[in-house]
């Protein structure tokens, strides 16, 4: 079944898509397919976990890039006492979908938005750029169907986080269904693939996740 990629795959596999083909360019920073800075609504430019000031581009922040030298000048410019630049903020958490939702549901249980908060909380300490909610789900059932309850599963993610006071420009939710188990080949040969197969069920857990990454830089 045809999966369409949103600007926030693009956004999630910076490392992997839109990263690795402008590499040439600058790794620090996400571009679209024709070389240009992606930016958000609010005009700030979208960075990549592997951003550092060090490659910070004029463009994006032209506080942290060091001004030339005018030829006009015979003297040098007195030094000024260094400031420090924001450090870059990313961290990435892997929920099990199971804490944050009934199993084959997408509404979050009470304990979901209990570990929801304890994210929020950490956030209030970062100059958020983009919270990004990835949802995913296991093998049984149909591709179709999968697709669709991780779709509403990270959607429901937004919803709460938008709920408490984020931008809901800065969260994006996104779902891909059962095409990344992390399980591997350890779950194979347990029986057929059915809600009613306990053992697949709590062997697949794993699969069944949202994940969460936050991007942004230290106050």
């Not at 420009?169 to 809600?195: F, L």
């Amino acid at each position: 079944m045809t999966k369409q990629l949103t600007k926030i795959a693009l956004l999630v596999s910076a490392s992997l898509c839109a990263t690795a083909a402008f590499a040439e360019v600058n790794e620090g920073y996400i571009f679209d397919a024709r070389g240009n800075v992606v930016m958000s609504g609010a005009g700030l430019c979208w960075r990549t976990p592997r951003w550092t000031p060090a490659i910070a581009i004029k463009e994006c922040d032209p506080d942290l890039v060091k001004k030339e030298a005018s030829p006009a000048k015979t003297r040098a410019a007195p030094m000024e006492p260094a400031v420090a630049a924001p450090k870059p903020a990313a961290e990435k958490v892997t929920l099990a979908a199971d804490a944050l939702f009934d199993f084959d549901k997408a509404v979050l249980r009470p304990e979901g938005k209990s570990t929801l908060d304890g994210l929020l909380g950490k956030v209030k300490d970062i100059k958020l750029e983009v919270i990004i909610a990835v949802g995913h789900a296991d093998r049984i059932g149909s591709d179709k169907y999968n697709q669709s309850l991780s779709e509403r599963r990270a959607a429901s993610v937004k919803e709460y986080l938008v709920s408490k006071g984020l931008e809901p420009n800065r969260v994006y939710a996104e779902g891909k269904g059962e095409k990344h188990p992390v399980t591997g080949d350890k779950c194979k040969n347990m029986g057929k693939d059915h809600r009613s197969n306990k053992k697949l069920v709590a062997c697949l857990q794993p699969d069944r996740r949202v994940e969460i990454e936050v991007i942004g830089t230290k106050q």
